[in-house]
Nanobody, 123 residues
Framework: VQLVEFGGGLVQPGGSLRLSCAAS????????MGWFRQAPGKERAYIAA????????DHVDSVKGRFAISRDNTKNTVYLQMNSLKPEDTAVYYC?????????????????WGQGTQVTVSS
């Protein structure tokens, strides 16, 4: 599985962005997907995950109510809608895939990673 993220950029505090992650191949529907981010000077951290069917999701507390993960298996794409962005959301955002149904926030359980897309929240 090859993953490519789109949609990063510069946005003002309080603004919104939608990240997309396009997956190659026909097996996308067999993979649970996750979003992670790495802020400057920090380790990469888990944000959200979605089951392979899309009927289960998980978000870390710091983004609950602001971010939403979703997927469209007909388009081989997973999304991260980000609203009410804060300067502390500034990071490189990565999508990742793990074979199977279960959600996971553990980086080591993901086998495939995108190259990342920069999100900068600043006025």
């Amino acid at each position: 599985v090859q993953l490519v993220e789109f949609g990063g950029g510069l946005v003002q505090p309080g603004g919104s962005l939608r990240l997309s992650c396009a997956a190659s191949g026909s097996d996308f529907k067999f993979y649970a997907m996750g979003w992670f981010r790495q802020a400057p000077g920090k380790e990469r951290a888990y944000i959200a995950a979605i089951s392979r069917s899309g009927d289960s999701t998980d978000h870390v507390d710091s983004v609950k109510g602001r971010f939403a993960i979703s997927r469209d298996n007909t388009k081989n794409t997973v999304y991260l809608q980000m609203n009410s962005l804060k300067p502390e959301d500034t990071a490189v955002y990565y999508c990742a895939a793990r074979f199977g149904a279960a959600l996971s926030g553990v980086e080591g359980q993901y086998s495939y990673w995108g190259q990342g897309t920069q999100v900068t929240v600043s006025s």
